[in-house]
């Protein structure tokens, strides 16, 4: 019976979620199907539900058609479940991200952005650094956005307001599979919009009272770019834990630590306290940021203590 399954089996792609149903690109059409509630998993992971970005075996019965199987992910990014112990996938097969924030408003998080590249880095996703509304001023970002560049990411500034830098982000995307995360209010959505006005997204605002974006998007979903390739667009996060990350493969997820920590004395080199540690006396040089090291050493000391589970 299960070779019959997979052969009458057509694979698809979970483009939205909806609790017990899941819509799925299968082919040249969309359709919203219900999921076995025992699927078939062809990897072993802790968060067995489904997300955007899955690759699933859709069987046609007599009565319709339903999700059977799950096939491996290639890449999985994921959170720790808020105010829970547990691990929360966000997306599945994605090649790379757009971490978007906002010049001004909300007021830019270069911790919560360290925490979603170091996620993306850990995921094998690669990272791409947005900065949205600057039509607004650069002044909040431009005294520590450059310690990205140096650090080797691909950094975008954009205004989908006036869509100055809308090109070169467009082009970026083509033929890939890209998630949008971020903040509440950065513009995410808006961004999408500018980028395929066929997707009528609904944009946020700013909160006159506490200055932070409110949501608008509740739920992931993947849209399919005109020309190929897939945008995620994802709810905005006002914290990201980390998970499954051990405070040893931490400086792996810092680009301009990871040469470095190779060529310190110890192996097990921590990059705080040791001597001869290569990745200190670059930062006492001045040839990595200071900022970035000090983001670097609170998120490595929340490892070690098991603020976030590893």
């Not at 990014?77 to 994605?94: C, H, Q, T």
């Not at 925490?115 to 850990?122: G, I, P």
């Not at 849209?223 to 405070?247: A, C, I, Q, R, S």
Request: proline content about 6%; aromatic content about 6%; some cysteine.
């Amino acid at each position: 019976m299960y070779t019959c399954l997979v052969t009458e089996a057509q694979e698809a792609v979970v483009t939205a979620v909806f609790g017990p149903l899941v819509r799925v690109q299968l082919g040249e059409e969309n359709l919203v199907v219900p999921f076995r509630r025992r699927l078939l998993w062809h990897e072993d992971t802790q968060d067995r539900r489904l997300v955007v970005g899955d690759r699933v075996k859709v069987l046609r019965e007599r009565g319709g058609a339903v999700v059977a199987e799950v096939l491996p992910r290639r890449t999985t990014l994921m959170r720790k479940s808020p105010g829970e112990e547990r691990p929360r996938v966000i997306a599945a097969n994605v090649d790379q991200a757009v971490v978007v924030l906002a010049a001004k408003l909300p007021e830019p998080n270069p911790r919560l952005l360290d925490r979603l590249l170091v996620a993306c880095h850990h995921a094998g996703i690669r990272p791409i650094v947005c900065v949205n509304k600057v039509d607004q001023g650069l002044e909040l970002v431009e005294p520590w956005i450059g310690d990205y560049q140096d650090a080797g990411y691909e950094i975008f500034l954009t205004s989908a307001r006036t869509a100055r830098g809308m090109g070169n982000l467009k082009r970026a995307l083509a033929g890939r599979t890209t998630l949008f995360c971020g903040p509440s209010g950065v513009g995410k959505s808006a961004l999408l919009n500018a980028i395929h006005p066929g997707y009528r997204l609904q944009e946020g605002s700013i909160s006159d009272a506490t200055g932070k974006g409110r949501h608008t998007t509740t739920t992931a979903q993947l849209l399919p770019l005109p020309g190929g390739g897939f945008v995620v667009d994802t709810p905005g996060v006002k914290e990201f834990g980390l998970w499954d990350l051990k405070p040893e493969e931490l400086s792996s997820c810092f680009p301009e630590l990871q040469t470095l920590a190779a060529q310190c004395a110890f192996a097990n080199c921590s990059h705080d306290r040791e001597p001869d540690c290569q990745v200190r006396r670059a930062v006492e040089d001045g040839k990595v940021s200071s900022r970035r090291y000090a983001s670097y050493l609170k998120l490595r000391g929340e490892l070690a203590a098991g603020l976030y589970r590893s």
